[in-house]
Structures are given as structure tokens and as C-alpha cells.
């Protein structure tokens, strides 16, 4: 690396230093993100966890950094009896936890969203509702000069989305406006959060209900993890590098660990997760988006068409998961962070003898000529030791041979890791031999931090997906085959879970998980999971 870390960020110790005080940045100017389209988001759960946590502050984030476009507006919805008053109200209240302080608030940057908000009570069961959504958006177009441009964002329980879409084109709301040429004069798209379904069959059942009404390309099914900046990059640093894809297939790599560690629990979300579990909440969607990145073949451009085929190509490579290729786990009590964590039975709305899994680790495998006979494993648990999301690629162990001689007698194995969160960037851990008469060697690491590099704007991971659905681009986005392709892999561990009784609780709130996973890699030889770390371990 030759260039210095943002003057703005203070400096960390590494495990190796490779900037000097002569070295210049490299990198242009930024590019600016292309200009969004005048548009109104009508969001339905507007009072839910959701717009609380992640889309609102995303918004107030777009606006802050002059992203969000001039010409927009924002209607809420929800079954909650308030006003437009109230709801901006309660909103704010919630930012102002989010971003630490009111003072931390930019008042202007809010002040231009919160003028934009307005809020609708109703039952979205009701077409009446539609009728009122009808008027409210031709008062945005004429107060707001919107266009005629219309998000619907579906904040929603996965029950309601068939139901909101099939009113919606009712009411004459999912219309789009085109010339002779296919070109739009005003457009309409819907968010959909995930879970996109909770099996095979009831995914292919929402596709064929939405698709009746909606074309694929107006449908945007959103997956927060994308929004990361390190998720991203895996695309950029595979393909702008010379340096890595010679060696990103079977050859080379010896297995890859995806891992997605919480400390959290289910807190107040009990009654989703007893419906949901871990493998439906994560592995569909976060698991195989993560993985495709890494394992799909090189687009033949960086259109979104292009870029999703690839993606759709190494899902239909993977095989359906065998149960025994499957560990579940549900976190007993403990200590998290240093404090008393309870079981997750004893958690709020969930049942005494739940046989609901709050822990998954999988064995997957991709049958194609890149990456046959390389497993991919992936686990992912809530209350575990620390918060820590990444994906870690082993190479191949070197030869002995050259070391037969000395007094070395192993050698370690070569990581390169991408670390999605909450410490976002890339190290690489190779061995040189240390400093002395003596022929021993040491591994040691080049760490890049996106901090370190990069002035960093606060957000939750919405932003860039939330103006990609402005500007209407869903290369970030999975597309109804992905989704159920997906799902057929998963389908046959659904089935023998929903036959079979858990011995839970199997892991201890504050650990790395049941011991069960630890067994998944040890099949394959000398494989073990990494070390669920914080951030400050993977500092020292």
C-alpha cells in the first residue's frame, strides 16, 4: 500500500505498517452518486421496527448528504391511530437515540424530510385505503412536483405482502406510464423486505401472486447486508485486481467460512423469531447473498442483468443441503459483553419448550469447475461472544520441502479475510521469517481498514440501497429465480428440522456456538472454525 490513511481518522496500530510519510494518494476525487428521480415513498408499517431503525435514519441520512432528491415526498402508513404531526414526531424521538443526541441532529437536514412527511391511518386489508393512498399522492405530485413517481415500501409482516401488491394494482396504483418506446414518463416500483417466504413452496406461490401484477423489474427485494461497503467491494477487489482472480478457484482456495456472530438476542422480537429461526431469517437471503458474490463468475459487464446472472449461475450450481451437513443450536443462559444474558426460552413471547434455532452452521458446496470439491461453511447464532461478520478465505498449505532441513516444522495457513462488520475491510495473513540468526518463521498480517483510508459517513446500510431504488437499479437486488433457488437448497434441513426435537438449549449465551459445529469441519481433516473476535482483538 502506498498511500496514506484519511488525516482525519487517528491512527491504529497494525500487525504490519506499509505507509510512509512521503507516500501521496492514489485515488481520484469520488465520483458523485447519480442524481435520484423526484419521487414519493409511501411506506407501509410506518410505526414498525423497521422504518424505525433502518429506513428513517437512512432517509434523514440521504438528506443530511444532499442524496435525497429535492422533489420527493414521504407517506406513512400504518394501522396506528396518529397523525402526520405525531408520527414526525416519534420519528425524531427515535433519531435522536439512533444518532446519540439531539444536538448531533442536523436540524436543516431533518427540517427538509420532516416537511415532506405526512401520515395515513388505515387497515391494509381495506381497499378504501387504496383510495386514500390515490389522493394523497396526487397532492405530494402537486405540492411536491414528484412527477407522478411513486416507491411503495413494503416495512411489512411476509403474510401482507401478496395482499398490499394485489390492492394496489387494484386501485390502478402499480400503473406505469410509458411512450412508444418503452421509455417511462412516471414510474412505480415496491420495496419488499425480507423474508421473501418461509419455504419452497410458499416463495414460488408470493413470486406468481406479485408477478400477476408487477414486473421483475419493478420489484426490489431488499437485503440490508448489500449495503455494506466490503460486501460491495468483493466485486471490486476480485475483478479491478489482477493480483487475486488467478487464484480464486480450486487450486488454490481450501475452504471458505462465512460468519455472522451477534451479541444480541431475540430481545422483543419473539414472536417473529418463533415463527422464523435462524436459518429462515439468515440463510436464504444474508448467507447466499454473501456467498454469490464470492463465488460467481466474472460478469460480463457491471449491468445489473449481467452482474445478477452470475449470482443466479452459483445458486443453481448448489446442490440441496443434507441434513446431516446441518447444526442447529438455541442459546441458553450466560454472560454477553460481561452481562447476564437470559435463555432464549425465557425471552419474551416465546414459548417454554420452543424447538426454534437461534444458531445454524452449514457444509455448502458449489458443483461447477471453479469451486468442485471446495466447501463453503457458514454459521451464523445470536448471544454469541462478539459481534463479527466475515467472510475468511484459506488458501492452500505451501509444500514442506523447502523447510526440510531447518527447524521449521509447520507451516500456517494463508487467510485472506473480508470483514463486513462492524470493523469493515480486508487483511491478508501470510508467513515471513523472523528477524535473527535463527530460520523460524511468524505469520503476520496487512490489515486495511475502510476507516483508516476513507472519510466515513454515518449509516445503517440503506442508503445506497435506498437510492438504487431511486434511480432504479437492482443490481443489489435479488431477483424471483435467485429467491427460490434459495430456498430449494435449505428445503430439505426445514424438512427434517420441523420432523425432529432440538436437545435445547445447546450453547451457552457469550460462547461460539453449540459444540455440534466444531464437528461439521473436523469431518474434513484438520478444518476449524476461526475465532468469533471483536474488534479490539483483531486489533491487537
Known sequence: MSREPNPSTPSRNSAMQVNSPAAQPIASAPRQPSPADPCVMVVFGANGDMTRRLLMPALYHLSRTRVLPENFALIGVDLAEGTSESWRDHLYSMLKDFVGAAADIDEAAWKRLAEKMSYIRGDLTEPELYDTIREKLDEAEKRHATQGNVIFYLAIAGRFFGTVVEHLANAGLTDQNEDENGKHRYWRRVVIEKPFGHSLDSARALNAHILRTLREDQIFRIDHFLGKDTVQSIMAMRFA???????????????????????????????????????????????????????????????????????????????????TQAVRGQYGAGTVLGKTANAYRDEPNVVPDSNVETYVALRLEIDNWRWAGVPFYFRTGKHMSARNTEIAIRFKQAPYAAFQDTPVNALRPNWLVLRIAPDEGISLQFEVKRPGPAVDLAAVKMDFRYDDWFPREPNVGYETLIHDVMIGDPTLFMRADMVEQSWRIVQPVLDAWAAEKGDFPNYESGSDGPKSADALLARDGDRTWRPVTSSAERKR
Not at 480450486?250 to 430481545?267: C, K, P, S
Not at 440463510?283 to 456467498?291: E, I, R, S
Open 241 to 323: 485486481n489482477g493480483l487475486f482472480e488467478p487464484i480464486w478457484n480450486r487450486d488454490r482456495i481450501d475452504h471458505v467460512q462465512i460468519t455472522v456472530a451477534e451479541t444480541v438476542g431475540v430481545e422483543k422480537r419473539g414472536k417473529f423469531y418463533e415463527a422464523t429461526g435462524a436459518l429462515r431469517d439468515m440463510v436464504p437471503n444474508h448467507a447466499f447473498t454473501l456467498l454469490s458474490m464470492v463465488a460467481m463468475e466474472p460478469p460480463t459487464g457491471f449491468d445489473a442483468a449481467a452482474i445478477r446472472t452470475k449470482k443466479a449461475e452459483v445458486l443453481m450450481a448448489m446442490p440441496a443441503i443434507e441434513p
